[in-house]
């Protein structure tokens, strides 16, 4: 009859015997296991009592038994099989560990079925008797992107992944459940283990040598690589092909200048590129960890990558854990937040194992160190860090421009030098000739150039507290359009505070009251002994308990989840005892009382809040009173108190934030409520895993790029969602930034386009980040956000310039070439002293490069020009940038021509020269005015190019910039003025103020501040025009806030139209609630009346304004619509405050009101311009 009612799954065993505590006894499946031990102990059964069933069923030959520490529960046991015990034998033990258990069965079924009928069986088989329970453990989570792993959706994400290793013989490991007073489980490994002596210095140096150093491995460049990189990069390479070709033809003046430049050029790029790595090397140095370890049979205190397996090490409050150890003895509580992204610290025990990079909070325990550097939990991301992420974006634009350049260049050199050929011109002038053109079309120092003005904005950066070890991180910065922000610690303070919101539930009764009262439920007079003391007594007015005796203290115990303490205060005694809500609830007679705290502690959960409950209880006579709940103090890792601001600020700039945390999704929501950010806020079950192959799937922007986009946060994640959360916005064409400070946001922030590190940041997240931030918070980077915006006008400045004043020489020599033959110009007799003037015109090579030094010399000072910043990610429209170089290259050109041609035909009666009443001009002073002019005007271009769509002298330019430009046209004045009469580069040349007239270089100088302006105008309306008719979408590209979009209709990337407005949307809402917030508060301050009533009118026609903050699709035109109503809602209720709400705080509402204004007007210019794509 017994057996009859057993479960039909009994003899279908999936999965081999384990032990587990004698109070948990549930070997079979489902209930089975535990209604026997209830059952057996019911009548009695010396068969199956609780220790000998547990015996019944383990297989001594596969099982170990340890004792666990007091107070703690063992939820699994994972064995190790001896040495040499084969799978078959293995097999044939579970069969037998089977058989057993059945024959067990029957034993117990003639045994007590006369005893037991089937009613009291069942009864006892659904009846809890408060006997615990096995529940699966949920997975750890892993260090490294694993093929085809995604945890299950309702496991806790901020667990620590360890593995089974071998210390010293046999290890048996377990997972013990440490229970804290919040209510919040901790699942640590419990490992058995020798502990260790300590070592001499000898034995530490030869595990030193075998093992290597504990610190985490860097690929590093080596500084002599840098340097001849330098050399073969395509502009280089241009400039030594032009420096053989001098040699070839034994032009060795120009070889040597041609030498001279490029190393020149190596040098500084060299010295640029290695100093953000000297930062951050004397950054790590700087924060170099230490270590107290046993050698030689004394503590001593020693750098901690000198740390070898097995060392002893003396870990103690305060301290960095230096290495994977194993705990000794004691009890220490750890900070794992750096790992977990776990804002309360976690109870450690003997065999426990402490993670390299958490923290020592409280206690101090001898350890046996486990692993070291790359061995380490911490060491072991590495390998995901180490992987190439390819080419920068500044390095694929400045590589488009430049092959731009030099596939020109090419055809136009060659074109010219098959010409020269043909018109039978000798070999060496052929090539002496196309050497010059091909000097004259490179660019030499464009990426000196870049990487000058990019160091001095790092160091401008470095001040403000973020040091930049990848120099082009900083146009990313700039181009950012969504920041993925780590939690705990960067949105958070990383700490627990108590809350303003203090419900009682006993009269006279407050949070300071309150606080007392939680106080007296731990030992006050002694330093703290867990995170919810330290909350307490770190809040608590201490100097309130003076007059407080304690006779008795119950410590807290995971089996009763609270502290007692039995105080005398003013004669009188009682109880006060601190704990979880429902412990202390269940210990008080308030029925209705305890439905009330109930429900407030249900709201407070689904706000992520968590809630600690003090009760009291009296002494009545020898005896104490029933418990009377006094209230519930709440707490939160509280936002960062410039946060809010600095969201706001990125916001208003263009950028998405989004959260992403491995802490709870209520607790998520709430923060993100606090700052702003939304409520959308997703769990794991949606997000992506790794591909079957454990690489990245390509199509993630197409199955999650939408959902991720819309999302204002992502809880209970992974180091692996962190990853392809970057991956899958990435894909879908946004820039995208990442912060974070531990090991499990390391391979994150490789990945992201700008990783940035914050203040107090591992090593792991150090080396993989682009920023490291040596100040709290987000608001440095918002700053620094700001430099790299102005940074990128700079270059933007400096390329513009670079590609006009190229195509002006290059198409000036080539178009000379063809049309302006000097000796068709040669006057004769009026120059009869001179030679005949050459066939075509070249300039010397050395006169080239004086112009190529003085101009990038110069613009080298770009790096301290005046710019304003834009507010939305910059972009490389290049098509939009090659037009406006185009346009101010071919007036510059044009000016040029028309120069050459006025000065070859000087000593025509009725040229220009001529009726201007100026004389003819020798061939070498045409040479030196071209000269002179072609200097000239590409500095007055560079002023041009500066100011982008408006006329020059729309933004004053720097000081710096001025003196640098001004004596740069200085010398090449005096250079042009007073050059040497004679042959330069077989050339002839002479300065233009020898001789009887030396008024030339005052006339080529209004020459060409005139063609200036004209220049200026020109490029003005070209602008218009591209405006006018969206050329080149130069209207919608930075409306569409995706990198790599221009348009809403991108046929390459479908999610652009979700780009559009979708920021503005977000900040629109948040303007509006706070708005309300400030309404509602100035509207509690009120007295009753007029101004109340219009108060109350204006939150309510503000909570009618709210928008959509989701991204714009098919209804574009109703979108705009409603973005419309919204505007012209606000203006009427900006009228109402106007007119009935005085003081400060209607300034305050008219502010926000002004400023809903400007977001609502940006929203709709966004959507209207999508609406028309």
């Known amino acids: 009859h017994f057996l009859s009612l057993l479960p039909s799954s009994l003899p279908a065993f999936t999965r081999p015997p384990r032990v587990f505590g004698v109070r948990e006894a549930n070997c079979f499946p489902g209930s089975v296991g535990p209604a026997f031990a209830r059952a057996s102990t019911a009548v009695n059964c010396p068969v199956l009592a609780p220790q000998l069933f547990a015996q019944q069923f383990t297989a001594p030959a596969l099982h170990r038994h340890r004792r666990v520490p007091r107070g703690r529960q063992v939820k699994t046991v994972r064995t190790s099989t001896r040495r040499g015990y084969s799978a078959r034998e293995q097999a044939h033990e579970r069969t037998h560990v089977r058989t057993r258990a059945f024959c067990c069965v029957v034993s117990a079924a003639r045994f007590f079925a006369p005893r037991l009928t089937s009613d009291t069986f069942r009864g006892l088989c659904s009846k809890d008797l408060s006997l615990p329970t096995r529940r699966p453990t949920p997975p750890a989570p892993p260090p490294r992107l694993r093929p085809g792993r995604r945890p299950p959706d309702d496991t806790r994400a901020n667990m620590v992944d360890v593995s089974a290793n071998k210390l010293e013989g046999k290890i048996v490991e377990e997972k013990t459940k440490e229970v804290d007073p919040g209510g919040e489980d901790h699942d640590i490994e419990v490992k058995e283990f020798t502990p260790a002596t300590g070592f001499s210095t000898d034995e530490a140096a030869a595990l030193l040598k075998e093992w290597g150093r504990n610190e985490l491995e860097e690929k590093t460049t080596p500084s002599w690589l840098i340097y001849l990189r330098m050399l073969y990069q395509p502009m280089p390479i241009m400039i030594w092909i032009a420096t053989i070709i001098e040699g070839a033809i034994e032009n060795w003046a120009d070889f040597g200048i041609l030498l001279a430049i490029q190393f020149i050029n190596a040098t500084l790029g060299w010295y640029e590129t290695t100093k953000a790595g000297d930062a951050v090397a004397a950054l790590k140095a700087s924060l170099k960890p230490l270590a107290t370890a046993k050698r030689d049979g004394k503590w001593t205190t020693l750098d901690a990558g000198s740390l070898v397996p097995g060392d002893l090490v003396l870990l103690g409050s305060g301290s960095a854990v230096p290495a994977d150890c194993l705990i000794n003895h004691g009890t220490i509580d750890v900070d794992q937040s750096a790992l977990t992204g776990e804002s309360l610290p976690v109870t450690m025990h003997k065999g426990n194992s402490a993670k390299m990079g958490s923290m020592v909070v409280r206690g101090e325990v001898e350890a046996t160190v486990e692993f070291t550097g790359k061995n380490t939990f911490f060491g072991k991301t590495a390998s995901m860090l180490q992987q190439d992420t390819g080419m920068g974006h500044l390095q694929k634009m400045l590589l488009k421009i430049m092959m731009v350049l030099v596939g020109l260049s090419i055809v136009l050199c060659f074109t010219c030098f098959g010409y020269l050929l043909g018109t039978g011109i000798s070999f060496r002038e052929s090539i002496s000739f196309t050497v010059v053109l091909l000097v004259a079309s490179i660019p030499i120092a464009i990426e000196i150039v870049c990487t000058t003005t990019l160091a001095l904005g790092s160091r401008q950066m470095a001040t403000m507290g973020a040091i930049v070890t990848r120099l082009a991180a900083i146009e990313d910065l700039a181009g950012m359009n ?40 731990a030992k006050w007079k002694e330093p703290p002994r867990d995170a919810l003391d330290t909350l307490v007594l770190t809040t608590v007015d201490m100097a309130s308990m003076e007059g407080v005796e304690m006779i008795d203290y119950m410590p807290f115990d ?47 959960g689904q706000r992520g809040i968590r809630a600690l409950a003090v009760a009291i209880s009296r002494k009545e006579g020898d005896d104490f009173g029933p418990w009377e709940l006094v209230g519930m103090l709440t707490f939160l890792d509280p936002p960062r108190p410039d946060t809010k601001e600095t969201v706001r600020r990125a916001m208003e700039f263009g950028v998405d934030v989004k959260m992403i945390t491995g802490d709870h999704v209520l607790i998520a929501k709430e923060t993100s409520r606090v700052l702003g950010l939304g409520l959308n806020v997703k769990d794991a079950k949606g997000l992506p895993s790794m591909g079957e192959d454990g690489k990245v799937p390509k199509d993630l922007h197409k199955t999650h790029g939408a959902m991720m986009m819309e999302a204002d946060g992502f809880a209970q994640v992974y180091p692996e969602h962190k990853y392809l959360i970057v991956e899958t916005l990435r894909q879908c064409g946004l820039a995208v930034g990442m912060t974070g400070d531990g090991v499990n946001d390391a391979p994150a922030l490789k990945r992201a386009d700008v990783g940035v590190a914050v203040q107090g940041a591992t090593d792991a997240a150090r080396a993989a980040a682009d920023i490291v931030l040596t100040e709290p918070g987000l608001s440095t980077i918002v700053e620094g956000m700001v430099i790299a915006r102005r940074i990128f006008q700079r270059m933007k400045t400096f390329i513009n310039y670079r590609i006009a004043a190229t195509l002006q020489l290059l198409f000036f020599f080539f178009i000379a070439l063809f049309s302006f033959k000097p000796i068709d110009y040669y006057p004769g007799e009026a120059v009869a002293n001179e030679e005949p003037w050459p066939e075509f015109f070249s300039l010397p090579v050395i006169m080239l490069m004086l112009i190529t030094i003085l101009n990038d010399g110069t613009l080298i000072s770009i790096g301290y020009d005046n710019v304003n910043p834009s507010h939305m990610p910059e972009k490389w429209n290049l098509r939009a940038l090659f037009m406006t170089s185009i346009i ?286």
Request: hydrophobic share 40%; proline share 3%.
């Open 558 to 604: 995971p089996t009763i989840k609270r502290t007692e303490g039995t105080v005398i205060e003013d004669g009188k005694t009682f109880r006060t005892t601190k704990g979880a809500p429902n412990i202390i609830f269940q210990l008080c007679d308030d029925q209705a009382m305890r439905k009330a705290a109930d429900t407030l502690v249900q709201s407070f």
């Open 888 to 1173: 101010l290259g071919v007036v510059a050109m044009g000016s040029s021509l028309l120069l050459l041609w006025a000065c070859l035909d000087s000593y025509n009666p009725d040229g220009i020269f001529q009726k201007w009443g100026l004389p003819g001009l020798p061939y070498g002073k045409i040479i030196t005015s071209i000269y002179l002019k072609v200097s000239i005007s590409d500095f007055l271009t560079l002023f041009s190019a500066r100011t982008h769509e408006g006329l020059f002298w729309t933004s004053r330019p720097s000081v710096i910039l001025l003196i640098c430009a001004g004596l740069a046209l200085t010398i090449s004045t005096i250079l042009g003025s007073l050059w040497p009469k004679g042959q330069t580069d077989h050339v002839p040349t002479e300065g233009l103020a020898l001789g009887d007239y030396t008024l030339m270089p005052l006339w080529i100088w209004v020459y060409c501040i005139v063609w200036w302006w004209i220049q200026d105008v020109i490029k003005v309306c070209g602008y218009w025009v591209m405006h006018r008719f969206n050329i080149f979408n130069i209207n919608t590209d930075k409306l569409v806030n995706m990198r790599a979009a221009e348009a809403a209709n991108d046929k390459k990337h479908k999610l652009a139209r979700n780009s559009v407005g979708l920021v503005e949307g977000k900040l629109l809402n948040a303007k509006i609630q706070d708005a309300i917030e400030k309404v509602e508060h100035a509207e509690k301050a009120a007295a009753p009346g007029i101004q109340r009533k219009s108060l109350q009118r204006v939150s309510a026609g503000l909570r009618m304004s709210r928008v959509s903050g989701q991204p714009i699709g098919k209804g574009d035109a109703e979108a705009g619509r409603s973005v419309e109503d919204v505007h012209k809602q606000v203006e009427q209720l900006q009228q109402v405050v106007d007119a009935e709400i005085k003081g400060p705080a209607g300034e305050e509402i008219r502010q926000d009101m002004e400023s809903i204004k400007k977001t609502a007007a940006r929203l709709m210019i966004a959507r209207k311009s999508a609406s028309r794509q």
């Open 482 to 521: 969504m920041l993925c922000s780590d939690k705990t610690g960067t949105l958070t303070l990383n700490k627990m505070v108590i809350q303003e919101d203090t419900p009682t539930f006993m009269a006279g009764v407050d949070q300071r009251a309150l606080l007392r009262y939680a106080a007296m439920a």
